[in-house]
């Protein structure tokens, strides 16, 4: 049976020119930071879903021409300069809305409305209304064509997914408002386009409650079309250097001799990349374009491991029940975190090495031999049955920095196997798994440096847990819209 063909570039028209990444507000949203295209034109009203087994991620698009916040150059530590929108600030209804008083989404951002494009489409009929009518009415119409505006991104978990649909109602019935159209005119504007397994096990509480055409789009097409379109954007892909994989992965005993890391936030958490790294620190791709061939390797609640072919074909060629689910459900047994962010914050506390049992506790020493450190992982969870102490005796942290680094280590082993298999040098690791996570993308990096002896390298992308949503947007963006 022939693998199936990557949908056609040509669908694709955001206009990604000076593309920016906004600023990230905390470290829990710093996947999730909007993107700002100061040249893109075409009113956008659809919204995309892809919700997995765990999250449900959220990607919509919306209108200002200028950026609602300090882009991603304050956030990176960049020096150049944003570029500057191509018009002034106008009048656009698009461009100012009020907030929520919904207490549901009380702790969601909202930003901005979705532009109806029933202003793009109505007729002369206006002449009939007051002078005054009719120029609030072409101000508004002439307003969607000023170009910028920002894709947005919102996450939920998947168990409350009333939240997500109650965040789309009230984005729906907002944009509503903040444009002057009626409901019913703004729910025939909006369409729902849905990925993931969610897409088919949710579609009547989609269709039903919100009131909206709903498509449902293959879960596999979303992924990589999404690759194809986030890598266009600039500072979007990188990889850490090897410095930086081994400083963190194996640090020197003697703190005098340990090269400088980049800064680190109150969390412990590295500084996201920057376009201007300093020596042991992330490099960007300084090419933004799809490169393919490749490998995807996205790690939701499940692993799925994508070969892409240099004309477009892709296949699942292998995958793993071991993800970030398993990390999530034995991390909700064995420590007191409630929620990922507060599993990633336990492991950044944690020392492995009093729950792994190491090369340098069997050897002493390195086995050099083998090319295997001392620090190295010998056995995972090691020490728990050696040491034969009950689960109290071992921290929360230990544990999550344990089970982190054992699940990380298994996905990039198999990561490797795979680009070794199939000849693919560039391996792309996405997924809510990451999170930008420091430990997370360091253990990935070096199961893929280790096993290669170099040959091969680990990129990772800011907006890693949103490929299949970005995706799903992007395949509406045609002549149909």
């Known amino acids: 049976m022939p693998a199936p063909s990557l949908p056609t570039a040509k669908v694709i028209q955001v206009d990604t020119r000076g593309a920016v990444i906004l600023e990230e507000e905390s470290p829990e949203t710093r996947d999730s930071r909007g993107i700002y295209f100061p040249n893109h034109i075409e009113p956008v009203s659809h919204i995309a879903v892809d919700v997995g087994g765990s999250l449900a991620k959220v990607v919509y698009f919306t209108r200002s021409p200028e950026p609602p916040s300090s882009p991603s150059i304050a956030a990176t530590r960049g020096s150049s300069s944003p570029p500057e929108p191509l018009t002034p600030r106008s009048n656009s209804p698009s461009a100012e809305f009020p907030t929520s008083s919904s207490p549901t989404s009380s702790n969601i951002r909202h930003n901005g409305a979705l532009t109806p494009l029933v202003l793009d489409s109505q007729n002369h009929d206006d002449f009939t209304l007051s002078s005054e009518m009719l120029r609030d009415t072409m101000l508004r119409r002439t307003s969607q064509h000023f170009p910028g505006g920002s894709l947005n991104f919102e996450r939920f978990e998947t168990d409350n997914i009333h939240e997500c649909v109650e965040f789309i109602q009230s984005l729906i019935e907002r944009s509503a408002k903040v444009n002057d159209v009626s409901i019913e005119d703004m729910r025939k504007s909006v369409k729902i386009m849905a990925t993931g397994g969610g897409a088919h096990k949710f579609y009547e509480l989609f269709k039903d409650t919100l009131c909206v055409e709903v498509r449902r789009e293959d879960e596999m097409e979303c992924l990589i079309e999404g690759l194809k379109f986030i890598t266009l954007i600039p500072d979007e892909a990188y990889y850490f250097s090897d410095e930086l994989i081994q400083s963190v992965s194996h640090p020197l005993p003697s703190a005098s001799n340990q090269p400088s890391l980049p800064s680190t936030g109150s969390n412990g958490v590295l500084d996201r990349p920057s376009p201007?790294?300093?020596?042991?620190?992330?490099?960007?791709?300084?090419?933004?374009?799809?490169?393919?061939?490749?490998?995807?390797?996205?790690?939701?609640?499940?692993?799925?491991?994508?070969?892409?072919?240099?004309?477009?074909?892709?296949?699942?060629?292998?995958?793993?029940?071991?993800?970030?689910?398993?990390?999530?459900?034995?991390?909700?047994?064995?420590?007191?975190?409630?929620?990922?962010?507060?599993?990633?914050?336990?492991?950044?506390?944690?020392?492995?090495?009093?729950?792994?049992?190491?090369?340098?506790?069997?050897?002493?020493?390195?086995y050099s031999k083998l090319g295997l450190k001392s620090t190295m992982i010998a056995s995972s969870f090691g020490k728990v049955f050696k040491k034969g102490k009950g689960k109290g005796t071992f921290s929360p942290e230990d544990i999550s920095k344990s089970l982190l680094y054992a699940v990380s280590n298994n996905i990039g082993q198999i990561a490797y196997m795979n680009a070794e298999k199939y000849n693919l040098e560039r391996i792309y690791f996405g997924g809510c798994f990451i999170r930008g996570h420091a430990a997370t993308i360091t253990t990935l990096s070096y199961a893929i440096r280790f096993w290669s002896k170099g040959t091969k390298r680990a990129l990772f992308l800011r907006h890693e847990g949103f490929l299949g949503s970005i995706g799903a947007w992007i395949k509406n963006i045609g002549p149909e819209s």
């Open 276 to 366: 201007s790294p300093p020596k042991f620190a992330v490099t960007f791709e300084s090419n933004p374009a799809p490169q393919l061939p490749c490998l995807l390797v996205n790690i939701g609640s499940g692993v799925s491991l994508i070969k892409v072919d240099e004309d477009g074909q892709f296949e699942r060629v292998s995958g793993t029940s071991l993800g970030g689910g398993t990390l999530w459900g034995l991390l909700s047994l064995l420590t007191p975190a409630t929620s990922f962010d507060e599993m990633l914050k336990l492991s950044e506390q944690g020392d492995n090495a009093n729950v792994d049992m190491l090369v340098g506790d069997i050897y002493g020493q390195d």
